[in-house]
């Protein structure tokens, strides 16, 4: 009698799923479902949400046709088009010495780093992902330039933001120079991170690549004849890079104005207001701060508007959105990388690094150098 009870209650206990079994099944299914759910609530705040939502796209249409395309246009068809020259190969050959020791990667990449410079995200996110494509560069350097060459350009850090925002050049100045020391130091960095695993491998890929490099700048090399072709190739295909910026600045234009209107911007302000009372950094500037972590052109314009007697703390918090450049720029790059089979991964954290390096440098020249005094 004993043992068919004892049976029976083994039975019973095994038919019945534990709580911890339970809790498994239920968060695998909510990692699974994430993006379904995420994408069904937008869809809803756009109905909840439409009159607000609309003038925010309106507003990012404005700002893609007015200030986007005329400052990013011109430079995508003239990259293309000196990618079909004897350029990239000839500073390939000349800037080698000085790429290969600070950055670890081939001498092209100097062209994507000037070029990225001067004209603006994401110039230097296209031009790497055509070197991989074209075999200038491994996947392993190619990931690591993204986090580099990928920067905002000084026609929007010293006329928008130091002229426009701050109304002083001198801030721009600032900004643009610590901005281009803070991309050289990350580039150093994720070259020393990864030496180690690069000498496994450096003999056999820089054989095979240089090989693939001579045969590409022999064969590309434009020419009269297929000059009309290759201007026609170039506009193509900068107008699909313009088209798709243009989407991203209207859809996350949207998305700021949902947070703003669901309180969820406040909601996390007030969150992490502890953070930012340890760090003695203002209130005030919290929430454009996460504003431009989100999209960097509106938050620098919130942090810029923000009155404050310390304005030095306004230009290292902008300082850090250049470097960082925000999600919308992030998932911009992620469109272009992603059919190149490069990851998204290293550029988060590199930019992440730029922008705790930007800040650092603007912080130091804001304090030890006079010239740089703005506070009130």
């Known amino acids: 009698m004993a043992r068919e009870m004892l049976a029976t209650t083994i039975e019973t206990n095994a038919s019945i799923p534990s709580k911890k079994g339970n809790i498994k099944i239920w968060v695998c299914s909510l990692k699974k479902n ?113 986090s580099f060459t990928n920067n905002s350009g000084p026609l929007f850090i010293v006329g928008t933001v130091g002229i426009s925002l701050f109304g002083d050049s001198r801030i721009g100045l600032l900004l643009f120079i610590t901005h281009v020391l803070a991309c050289i130091s990350v580039g150093i960095s994720l070259n020393l991170f990864s030496l180690r695993q690069r000498k496994k491998k ?107 007697k310390e304005i030095s703390i306004s230009i290292t918090a902008c300082s850090f959105l250049l470097g960082f450049g925000g999600f919308s720029v992030l998932l911009q790059v992620f469109s272009i990388i992603s059919k190149f089979g490069l990851s998204i991964k290293k550029y988060f954290w590199g930019k992440l690094l730029q922008g705790f390096f930007a800040a650092f440098y603007t912080f130091l020249a804001l304090q030890f150098l006079p010239w740089f005094q703005f506070n009130l």
């Open 34 to 146: 994430i993006l379904s759910i995420c994408f069904c609530l937008f869809a809803c705040t756009l109905i909840l949400f439409s009159n607000t939502n609309f003038l925010a796209a309106k507003n990012g249409l404005i700002l893609w046709a007015t200030s986007v395309i005329p400052a990013l246009f011109p430079f995508f068809v003239a990259t293309e088009l000196l990618s079909h020259t004897s350029v990239v190969p000839w500073l390939g050959k000349y800037l080698s010495p000085v790429m290969k020791p600070l950055f670890g990667v081939p001498g092209e990449g100097a062209f994507a780093f000037i070029m990225g410079l001067i004209s603006g995200y994401p110039v230097g996110a296209k031009i790497v992902s055509n070197f991989k494509e074209k075999g200038i560069c491994t996947q392993e350097e190619a990931e690591r330039m993204l």
């Open 202 to 308: 450096t003999t056999y890929i820089s054989s095979s690549f240089s090989q693939t490099k001579t045969s590409l700048s022999s064969a590309e090399n434009v020419s009269f004849s297929s000059l009309g072709e290759v201007l026609g190739k170039s506009i193509m295909n900068s107008i699909s890079t313009i088209l798709l910026i243009g989407g991203f600045v209207v859809l996350f234009s949207v998305i700021i104005s949902i947070l703003n209107q669901s309180h969820l911007l406040e909601l996390a302000s007030i969150t992490i207001a502890p953070i930012f009372s340890a760090f003695h950094i203002p209130i005030q500037l919290i929430n454009p701060i996460l504003s431009g972590i989100v999209e960097l052109t509106n938050g620098v314009k919130l942090v810029a508007n923000i009155p404050l």
